[in-house]
């Protein structure tokens, strides 16, 4: 009975694949301040926007229902140095923040057809991989001297990266619209979002790396010149994450359902070879 049941959806159905890209827009504006009692600049955002890479699999039935299962990749930031999407910066600290996903939502579609034209809309529950990433960069320098003679000296520098990562599900809702420009061929745009409520799972927190140098000289205390050298690479940092080491304001601010995920590509239709009578 179930073989026969496949077969009969099987003789209905149509496989289709899609491959794209697109931008994620924050609905939210980033929130700028400055504070000129200590050089304090902070620009807040979602650090989710940007580029993504698309991909979809697919089958569509003579009722005008599909099941689909859509992934979304956004790579891991290689400049978060010059192109951060959170920023806090004082005289003497600087923190940089980037994030990257990888997400998969299986989904239900129905899809209406206006000549060449197919609008669409779906639900589906997704699951999101995402990674927080802080750069850190903290500089101190302090020198006394007297009649030329350098009587104190302290020297501290510091440098991290650090990347939580979290897992989400999330409810997400789309919106598609395709146009045939040959028998097999149709170029989409699509747009999605995720809703508000969601189910969150801690993953891990490590140090992709962490220097640390200091360079201490007392003439009272400590005549001889003290020399610190911390230089590591993959040290965990727990399972959960720690406000110390990224900003709550930014992980707040990051909030996916704030995101509007819009795409445009080319979707291929498996033609059905028909059996010969």
Not at 67 to 75: A, D, Q, S, Y
Not at 244 to 251: E, G, H, M, Q, R
């Amino acid at each position: 009975m179930l073989t026969l049941l496949i077969t009969s959806l099987s003789s209905y159905a149509q496989f289709y694949t899609e491959l794209g890209s697109g931008y994620a827009f924050s609905t939210k504006k980033c929130t700028t301040t400055f504070s000129n009692y200590n050089n304090n600049f902070m620009k807040i955002g979602n650090i989710f926007t940007g580029i993504f890479y698309y991909g979809n699999i697919g089958y569509t039935f003579k009722n005008n229902l599909a099941i689909e299962l859509n992934c979304k990749f956004n790579p891991k930031p290689i400049d978060i140095l010059n192109f951060p999407k959170s920023i806090v910066v004082n005289y003497d600290h600087l923190r940089f923040f980037d994030g990257s996903y990888f997400s998969i939502v299986p989904r239900i579609i129905y899809q209406y057809k206006v000549r060449n034209f197919y609008l669409s809309a779906g639900w589906g529950i997704g699951y999101n991989l995402l990674n927080y990433y802080s750069y850190n960069h903290t500089g101190y320098y302090y020198r006394r001297s007297i009649n030329e003679e350098i009587i104190y000296y302290d020297f501290e520098y510091k440098e991290y990266l650090y990347r939580y990562s979290e897992e989400q599900y999330r409810m997400n809702l789309n919106f598609k619209m395709n146009y045939t420009i040959s028998k097999n061929v149709d170029i989409f745009f699509e747009a999605n979002t995720n809703l508000k409520f969601y189910l969150s799972h801690s993953v891990n927190s490590k140090f992709i790396y962490n220097k640390f140098h200091t360079e201490t000289y007392d003439i009272d205390n400590n005549p001889v010149l003290t020399i610190t050298d911390i230089n590591e690479k993959n040290v965990n940092g727990g399972r959960y994450i720690s406000f110390a080491y990224f900003d709550k304001s930014v992980y707040d601010a990051s909030d996916l359902s704030k995101l509007i995920y819009t795409q445009i590509g080319l979707r291929y239709t498996f033609s059905k070879k028909e059996k010969k009578e």
